[in-house]
């Protein structure tokens, strides 16, 4: 079941949707910092940046392709959702209302990005080899 639910192209789709929109929602509609988990913030971030390439790189493992081909896919999936965590901290500063630029967020997306696609290397390359 939830391999049949990972394989399909709109799980990962709406992951990366789900993404966009609630880092592009205005400061005035998210809850206010956490007085029980300090740097709440940079734990949703390196969950959704960490899922964001894991969702990505096991859609396309789920669909056969050839270990060859996957060490490229993998790559370019952490490049891509290591490069959208960037941009989205600049339009959260330069567009969006009460968001602010926090190179703590970057570093949270990056670091979980590099993370998963490194899990992903590890445990899906070896697997379909």
């Keep these: 079941m939830i391999k049949?639910?990972?394989?399909?192209?709109?799980?990962?789709?709406?992951?990366?949707?789900?993404?966009?929109?609630?880092l592009c929602l205005?400061?005035?509609?998210?809850?206010?910092?956490?007085?029980?988990?300090?740097?709440?913030d940079k734990i949703v971030h390196f969950f959704l940046f960490g899922g964001f390439t894991a969702v990505w790189c096991y859609y396309y493992f789920l669909k056969g392709t050839a270990a060859s081909k996957l060490k490229t896919i993998f790559f370019i999936v952490y490049?891509?959702?290591?490069?959208?965590?960037?941009?989205l901290e600049f339009v959260?500063?330069?567009?969006?209302?009460?968001?602010?630029?926090?190179?703590?967020?970057?570093i949270a997306d990056v670091v979980s990005a590099s993370i998963a696609y490194g899990i992903c290397n590890i445990k899906l390359i070896k697997t379909s080899v």
């Design 4 to 22: 049949r639910i990972l394989s399909n192209f709109f799980f990962p789709l709406a992951w990366t949707i789900a993404v966009q929109v609630l």
């Design 26 to 40: 205005p400061g005035t509609d998210l809850p206010s910092e956490s007085l029980f988990i300090p740097h709440f």
């Design 79 to 87: 490049l891509l959702v290591a490069m959208n965590g960037i941009v």
């Design 92 to 106: 959260q500063r330069d567009y969006i209302p009460f968001r602010s630029f926090d190179l703590g967020d970057i």
